[in-house]
């Protein structure tokens, strides 16, 4: 397995596979590797000749200095998951941002509301690195898990619109024996917050058999020791919510049955 710390030689590599016609599949991570980023690598090994893992703590898409700050990097452990795991070439940039960088990408339909309305310019700098990284490795395939669901919807649409032959393959939601869905920030809980944390998934669930589950949840969150809601909102078939756990915010989402699908926030 190869690390490549530089964009030109990722893009070189890229066009070389190009040229000889192989396929490669393409996970886009910011590190801190666990079993939901390992699932997507098993799924694009099964799927592609080539299969590479970008690690990049991209700046432009925190809201907040003390979130990038405090984003875990774990680099040598997020390599040797990638061997371990038949990944062929690990692309870790220190920078991928000219001192002048003024060009930016934005989706402007799908990133309304949800994380999109609490957290400004989140989206402008997912949109933007991920064509950046698609451009330096030139993916048939990106695989992405459904737990971001309003990114991998933005993505999707942004590429598409683009006209970038980039297919993005929708992964499922990996959670711990509790319920918690995987996330680099989950390492930022106490153990007393884990266990309010888990309201969470377990809202969701229930909600799923109310006759207003958006309401519902917000309700039942709100009532939670340790959590503040940061919003809870059906969108694209989906119940979604934000909480707070202290210093820490966490999504996750469920799909709805079609008969609550009626896109409306609480
Ligand atoms: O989901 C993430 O880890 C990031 O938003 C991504 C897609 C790697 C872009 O920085």
């Known amino acids: 397995m190869k690390t490549l710390r530089h964009a030109g030689a990722m893009q070189r590599l890229a066009l070389r596979w ?147 032959p980039t297919r993005v393959i929708g992964c499922p939601i990996v959670r711990d024996a509790d319920g918690l869905a995987l996330s680099s920030r989950n390492r930022h809980l106490s153990p007393a917050q884990r266990a309010q944390a888990l309201a969470l998934p377990r809202g969701l669930l229930e909600a799923t058999g109310k006759a207003r589950p958006a309401a519902w949840l917000r309700r039942h969150l709100a009532r939670q020791p340790g959590l503040r809601v940061d919003y809870v909102e059906v969108a694209q078939g989906r119940l979604a919510a934000a909480v707070w756990v202290g210093s820490t915010r966490l999504i996750d989402n469920v799909p709805l049955p079609r008969v609550q699908r009626k896109g409306r926030k609480a």
């Not at 192989?22 to 666990?34: E, I, K, N, Q």
């Not at 590479?52 to 040797?80: C, E, H, M």
């Not at 000219?98 to 989706?107: I, P, Y």
Request: hydrophobic content about 40%; some cysteine.
């Open 18 to 164: 190009r040229r000889e016609g192989r396929s490669v599949a393409f996970v886009p991570t910011m590190g801190a590797l666990h079993r939901g980023h390992l699932s997507l690598v098993t799924r694009a090994r099964r799927e592609a000749e080539i299969v590479v893992v970008s690690v990049y703590v991209n700046p432009t898409q925190f809201d907040r200095t003390d979130d990038l700050r405090g984003y875990p990097r774990t680099l040598p452990a997020d390599r040797k998951a990638c061997a371990a795991a038949g990944v062929e070439v690990v692309f870790a940039p220190a920078n991928l941002y000219a001192e002048d960088h003024s060009t930016w990408v934005e989706e402007t339909e799908l990133s309304q509301g949800r994380c999109g309305a609490t957290r400004p310019g989140h989206f402008r700098g997912v949109t933007t690195i991920v064509l950046k990284l698609v451009q330096l490795v030139q993916p048939e395939r990106m695989y992405m898990g459904w737990k971001d669901a309003q990114q991998l919807e933005i993505l999707r649409r942004m590429l598409r619109d683009l006209n970038v």
